[in-house]
């Protein structure tokens, strides 16, 4: 059985006319109309980026190591129980054995 999605698609012809039927609550002409100061006064208002400063100067990209290639020999329905899940059953896979890893290293 598929899993939900909770995320919703619209193409941009469908978001157009959503707009204007009025099914938009957002006022893009408003917001459009925002001058840099005026968008710079509205964050400074907005209680969720309070003290929030981003320094980037120090940033740095840290790449995930590669997986390793592994052909394991499993029990079949534990494989069809990830495989029921649906995509990336094998980053579930991975996931859980990465729970297990980090419990037992945090036990010795």
Known sequence: ???KERIVRHTD???RAMQEQGASKS???AAAALTP???EAAIARDPDEAGLELDWTQ???ELPQPKAILNMRIDRDILEFFKSE???YQTKINAVLRSYVDRMSGQR
Do not use: F, Q, R, Y
């Open 13 to 15: 012809v469908e978001l």
């Open 86 to 88: 649906g995509k990336g």
């Open 37 to 39: 100061p005026e968008i």
């Open 27 to 29: 006022d893009w002409a």
């Open 1 to 3: 059985m598929p899993k």
């Open 59 to 61: 940033a740095t990209v």
